[in-house]
Protein backbone atom coordinates (compact mmCIF):
# COMPACT_ATOMS: atom_id res chain seq x y z
CA UNK A 1 0.00 0.00 0.00
CA UNK A 2 1.01 3.36 -0.92
CA UNK A 3 1.31 5.77 2.39
CA UNK A 4 1.18 9.15 2.19
CA UNK A 5 1.18 12.18 4.90
CA UNK A 6 -0.70 15.45 3.67
CA UNK A 7 0.42 18.41 6.00
CA UNK A 8 0.16 22.15 5.82
CA UNK A 9 -3.33 23.37 5.91
CA UNK A 10 -5.25 25.92 8.37
CA UNK A 11 -6.96 29.21 8.44
CA UNK A 12 -6.56 31.92 5.96
CA UNK A 13 -7.72 34.70 4.81
CA UNK A 14 -10.00 35.16 1.22
CA UNK A 15 -7.00 35.69 -1.51
CA UNK A 16 -4.22 34.41 1.09
CA UNK A 17 -1.84 30.95 0.62
CA UNK A 18 -1.04 28.04 1.29
CA UNK A 19 1.16 25.45 0.57
CA UNK A 20 -0.05 21.96 1.53
CA UNK A 21 2.59 18.99 1.45
CA UNK A 22 2.12 14.85 1.12
CA UNK A 23 5.05 12.68 2.26
CA UNK A 24 5.84 9.62 0.32
CA UNK A 25 8.26 8.20 -1.37
CA UNK A 26 10.57 9.48 -4.56
CA UNK A 27 10.00 6.27 -6.31
CA UNK A 28 6.12 6.58 -5.68
CA UNK A 29 6.75 10.16 -7.48
CA UNK A 30 9.02 9.17 -10.01
CA UNK A 31 6.33 6.19 -11.36
CA UNK A 32 3.13 6.54 -10.08
CA UNK A 33 0.32 8.94 -11.27
CA UNK A 34 0.16 11.45 -8.01
CA UNK A 35 -2.31 13.86 -7.12
CA UNK A 36 -4.76 16.28 -4.56
CA UNK A 37 -8.00 15.75 -3.99
CA UNK A 38 -10.66 17.75 -1.17
CA UNK A 39 -14.11 17.05 -0.11
CA UNK A 40 -15.65 19.72 1.39
CA UNK A 41 -18.59 19.11 4.26
CA UNK A 42 -21.72 17.19 2.55
CA UNK A 43 -20.24 16.34 -0.80
CA UNK A 44 -18.37 14.09 -2.58
CA UNK A 45 -14.11 14.07 -2.75
CA UNK A 46 -13.68 15.60 -6.23
CA UNK A 47 -10.42 16.00 -8.02
CA UNK A 48 -8.39 19.03 -7.34
CA UNK A 49 -4.46 19.17 -9.77
CA UNK A 50 -2.82 15.50 -10.52
CA UNK A 51 0.53 14.91 -12.33
CA UNK A 52 0.49 12.06 -15.27
CA UNK A 53 2.98 9.08 -14.62
CA UNK A 54 3.84 9.01 -18.34
CA UNK A 55 4.46 12.22 -19.34
CA UNK A 56 4.71 14.66 -16.63
CA UNK A 57 1.11 16.31 -17.38
CA UNK A 58 -0.37 18.13 -15.03
CA UNK A 59 -4.19 18.67 -14.53
CA UNK A 60 -6.34 21.05 -13.02
CA UNK A 61 -9.92 21.54 -12.14
CA UNK A 62 -11.33 24.71 -13.53
CA UNK A 63 -12.47 25.70 -10.09
CA UNK A 64 -8.45 26.07 -9.62
CA UNK A 65 -6.96 26.93 -12.46
CA UNK A 66 -4.64 29.56 -12.48
CA UNK A 67 -5.02 29.85 -8.19
CA UNK A 68 -3.02 26.08 -8.04
CA UNK A 69 0.26 25.04 -8.80
CA UNK A 70 1.39 21.24 -8.07
CA UNK A 71 4.88 20.34 -7.98
CA UNK A 72 6.81 17.75 -6.53
CA UNK A 73 10.10 16.67 -5.37
CA UNK A 74 11.33 13.87 -5.55
CA UNK A 75 14.47 13.63 -3.53
CA UNK A 76 12.87 15.28 -0.30
CA UNK A 77 9.95 12.31 -1.35
CA UNK A 78 7.10 15.52 -1.47
CA UNK A 79 4.38 16.62 -3.32
CA UNK A 80 3.41 20.18 -2.85
CA UNK A 81 0.13 22.03 -3.67
CA UNK A 82 0.41 25.89 -3.75
CA UNK A 83 -2.37 27.63 -3.25
CA UNK A 84 -2.85 31.49 -4.07
CA UNK A 85 -5.93 33.79 -3.92
CA UNK A 86 -8.01 31.31 -2.20
CA UNK A 87 -11.74 31.33 -1.45
CA UNK A 88 -14.15 30.31 1.08
CA UNK A 89 -15.18 27.44 -1.98
CA UNK A 90 -11.89 25.97 -1.30
CA UNK A 91 -12.43 24.79 2.10
CA UNK A 92 -12.19 21.62 2.53
CA UNK A 93 -10.36 18.30 3.91
CA UNK A 94 -7.53 18.24 1.23
CA UNK A 95 -5.81 14.60 0.39
CA UNK A 96 -3.16 13.37 -1.50
CA UNK A 97 -3.27 10.00 -3.32
CA UNK A 98 -0.84 7.75 -5.60
CA UNK A 99 -1.41 4.68 -7.29
CA UNK A 100 -0.26 3.15 -10.92
CA UNK A 101 -2.93 4.48 -13.02
CA UNK A 102 -2.64 4.91 -16.80
CA UNK A 103 -5.16 7.08 -19.10
CA UNK A 104 -5.31 8.44 -22.14
CA UNK A 105 -5.86 12.23 -21.31
CA UNK A 106 -4.32 13.51 -17.38
CA UNK A 107 -7.82 14.23 -16.55
CA UNK A 108 -8.97 10.70 -17.08
CA UNK A 109 -5.77 9.48 -15.33
CA UNK A 110 -7.05 11.87 -12.25
CA UNK A 111 -10.25 10.83 -11.77
CA UNK A 112 -9.50 7.35 -12.06
CA UNK A 113 -6.72 7.95 -9.54
CA UNK A 114 -9.53 9.30 -7.55
CA UNK A 115 -11.73 5.81 -7.78
CA UNK A 116 -8.90 3.44 -7.17
CA UNK A 117 -6.57 4.90 -4.38
CA UNK A 118 -8.12 3.12 -1.15
CA UNK A 119 -5.11 4.41 1.20
CA UNK A 120 -6.09 7.53 2.11
CA UNK A 121 -4.84 9.75 4.61
CA UNK A 122 -6.07 11.74 7.74
CA UNK A 123 -5.85 15.01 5.03
CA UNK A 124 -5.53 18.70 6.09
CA UNK A 125 -8.07 20.53 6.51
CA UNK A 126 -8.36 23.95 4.74
CA UNK A 127 -10.58 26.30 5.95
CA UNK A 128 -10.96 30.13 4.14
CA UNK A 129 -12.80 32.50 5.87
CA UNK A 130 -12.63 36.29 7.37
Given at each position: ?7 G ?38 A ?16 V ?66
Amino acid sequence: HVQVVESGGGLVQPGGSLRLSCATSGAILDYYAIGWFRQAPGKEREAVSCISSSDGSEYYADSVKGRFTISKDSEKGALYLLMNSLKPEDTAVYYCAADLVWHDTVQAMCFQLGKTFTSWGQGTQVTVSS
